[in-house]
């Protein structure tokens, strides 16, 4: 098939995703397999910075909650399509690891999945803790994975100060230093994020990608 086919498909995976045409992922990341794009491919040229831009298009206020979840299925729809063909090809270098959870006491998902969907997206190797996580399973966990990222949500102000737990055990297990820890949440906020002692804050969940991104560069630097 053309090039320029090729190219089309791919475009038309982007556009379907920043015009809110989520249905029409599946059926297009389909198309480009019989047109002859490779998996990895269509991944990384086609459902990556589709769901990134919509990840932009959040941060700047144009799209909302419930059109930035549609997106995220729509992407996993695609994922599942493209990882049993991925499984055999040799892994891309990842960026860094990141443990994710829900505070104890908090059972919201939704912000969080979309976290993990950005940073798997944008190269990360991400471990999800689930909801309900207590503090010291995000220590743990760190430790089990040789992570380099802790992201901590909750979504209510009464679970808020289990993230500051996630903190004190990093402190008592002597820890703090092995990790840049990162809170979100609806109710959560900058002085907050200083409060506890965390390493940033995220209003958003492209704002969580690009804390991430800045510290393995970091790193990278040092």
């Given at each position: 098939?053309?090039?320029?086919?090729?190219?089309?498909?791919?475009?038309?995976?982007?556009?379907?995703?920043?015009?809110?045409?989520f249905d029409q992922i599946g059926e297009l990341v389909q198309k480009g397999l019989r047109a002859g794009l490779g998996p990895q491919t269509l991944l990384n040229d086609g459902l990556v910075p589709g769901i990134r831009?919509?990840?932009?298009?959040?941060?700047?206020?144009?799209?909302?909650?419930?059109e930035m979840m549609l997106a995220a299925e729509a992407w996993q729809g695609g994922?599942?399509?493209?990882?049993?063909?991925?499984?055999?090809q040799p892994?891309?270098?990842?960026?860094?690891?990141?443990?994710?959870?829900?505070?104890?006491?908090?059972?919201?998902?939704l912000g969080k999945n979309i976290v993990i969907t950005l940073l798997k997206t944008s190269g990360f190797e991400v471990v999800d803790l689930g909801v309900d996580v207590p503090a010291s399973k995000f220590v743990a966990k760190a430790v089990e994975t040789r992570a380099?990222?802790?992201?901590?949500?909750?979504?209510?102000?009464?679970t808020m100060p289990q993230q500051k737990e996630v903190i004190e055990?990093?402190?008592?297990?002597?820890?703090r230093e092995e990790f840049f820890v990162m809170v979100g949440g609806a109710c959560t906020t900058q002085d907050w994020a200083m409060q506890i002692k965390a390493d940033a804050y995220g209003a958003t969940a492209a704002d969580a990608v690009s804390l991430a991104e800045g510290y393995v560069k970091q790193l990278q630097r040092s």
């Open positions: 098939m053309p090039d320029s086919t090729h190219s089309e498909v791919l475009g038309d995976i982007i556009s379907a995703f920043t015009s809110a045409n831009e919509v990840g932009e298009q959040f941060r700047r206020g144009e799209v909302y909650l419930p994922m599942d399509l493209l990882e049993p063909l991925l499984a055999g892994a891309q270098k990842s960026k860094g690891k990141v443990v994710i959870g829900t505070v104890k006491g908090d059972i919201h998902s380099d990222i802790i992201a901590v949500c909750a979504l209510m102000t009464t055990h990093l402190f008592a297990a002597s820890k």
